[in-house]
């Protein structure tokens, strides 16, 4: 499991231009008030599980790459981050494009444009690649496949002979979704018998300048947190320099209700 990389992504929920009406100083009140917003904003990801081991990843759009077990018989399954989109490539490049009005370009740049559509041959999926795997069962478990009696089943062969199995491309539009809750549908592929694991590249999050005002909010409270309790947020200090860090121990209660909304839990 994994996220775009882009080592120039800087998440910033609440633009410069946002920080008065979120009851934020000003650059001239505040020299360094948005490099504060961004470390709320990276603390924000963090905390709500968006971002992966290597630290990529954000409540923006963001392409994740996921390998996901199906429950045995069933080609149903939730990815584990929600919500998902389709990305129209228009959009993405406007967005890509459009330092101005406040919209930070980086931002988009966790993500890639979507092609293809879903099963309706309408909607935009939030898939770019998707691929299955047909899994060996446990020893003393048995292999049984819809044609086992009419004939030589080369999955029924591979199960007791063959390597570790090998992923096969699934059509996207052949797929459906839920962009709320995360719920996917897949197609039986050979012989009708159901995936074991499907790996899948998809789209998740929200616009960079759309972002829910709960977590714009969540995202000033932080701040102004922050701002408030400088003693408690010392690190380390030295001549002529004193060092404060973002800790979760700035995400009290009232931030708490604001994103836990959004929080991530990831547990197979």
């Given at each position: 499991?994994?996220a775009?990389?882009?080592?120039?992504?800087?998440?910033t929920?609440?633009?410069?231009?946002?920080?008065?009406?979120y009851?934020l100083?000003?650059?001239s009140?505040?020299p360094?008030?948005?490099?504060?917003?961004?470390?709320s904003s990276?603390?924000?990801d963090?905390?709500?599980?968006?971002?992966?081991?290597?630290g990529n990843g954000?409540?923006v759009?963001?392409t994740y790459?996921?390998?996901?077990s199906?429950p045995?018989?069933?080609n149903?399954?939730?990815v584990?981050?929600r919500?998902?989109?389709?990305?129209?490539?228009?959009t993405?490049?406007?967005y890509?494009a459009?330092a101005?009005?406040?919209?930070?370009a980086?931002?988009t740049l966790?993500?890639s444009g979507?092609?293809?559509?879903?099963a309706?041959?309408?909607?935009?999926?939030?898939?770019?690649?998707?691929?299955g795997?047909?899994?060996?069962g446990?020893?003393g478990?048995?292999q049984?496949y819809p044609d086992?009696n009419?004939?030589a089943?080369?999955?029924?062969?591979?199960s007791?002979?063959?390597?570790?199995p090998?992923?096969?491309?699934i059509a996207?539009?052949?797929?459906?979704f839920n962009?709320?809750?995360?719920e996917?549908?897949?197609?039986a592929?050979?012989?009708l018998?159901?995936y074991?694991e499907?790996?899948?590249?998809y789209?998740?999050?929200?616009?960079?300048n759309?972002?829910?005002p709960?977590?714009?909010?969540?995202?000033a409270?932080l701040?102004?947190?922050y701002?408030?309790?400088p003693a408690?947020?010392?690190?380390?200090f030295?001549?002529?320099?004193?060092?404060?860090?973002f800790?979760l121990?700035l995400?009290d209660?009232s931030?708490?209700?604001l994103?836990d909304?959004?929080?991530t839990?990831?547990?197979r």
């Amino acid at each position: 499991m994994g996220a775009f990389f882009n080592p120039n992504f800087i998440p910033t929920f609440i633009y410069e231009s946002e920080l008065v009406t979120y009851g934020l100083p000003t650059p001239s009140q505040e020299p360094t008030i948005m490099a504060k917003v961004q470390s709320s904003s990276a603390l924000i990801d963090q905390y709500c599980g968006r971002t992966d081991v290597n630290g990529n990843g954000s409540l923006v759009w963001t392409t994740y790459t996921e390998r996901i077990s199906l429950p045995e018989g069933r080609n149903i399954q939730r990815v584990a981050y929600r919500p998902l989109v389709g990305i129209p490539l228009s959009t993405f490049n406007a967005y890509a494009a459009s330092a101005a009005s406040g919209i930070q370009a980086a931002q988009t740049l966790l993500a890639s444009g979507n092609t293809m559509t879903a099963a309706d041959g309408v909607t935009l999926s939030p898939f770019i690649t998707i691929s299955g795997r047909y899994g060996y069962g446990r020893r003393g478990q048995q292999q049984v496949y819809p044609d086992l009696n009419y004939g030589a089943n080369i999955l029924q062969i591979a199960s007791y002979f063959g390597g570790p199995p090998n992923f096969t491309p699934i059509a996207v539009t052949n797929t459906d979704f839920n962009p709320i809750n995360g719920e996917f549908w897949v197609p039986a592929g050979l012989y009708l018998s159901s995936y074991t694991e499907i790996q899948m590249t998809y789209n998740s999050g929200f616009p960079p300048n759309q972002l829910p005002p709960a977590v714009k909010q969540a995202c000033a409270l932080l701040v102004q947190n922050y701002l408030s309790r400088p003693a408690s947020n010392l690190t380390s200090f030295g001549v002529g320099s004193v060092h404060h860090t973002f800790s979760l121990d700035l995400i009290d209660v009232s931030i708490q209700h604001l994103i836990d909304p959004f929080k991530t839990v990831i547990a197979r």
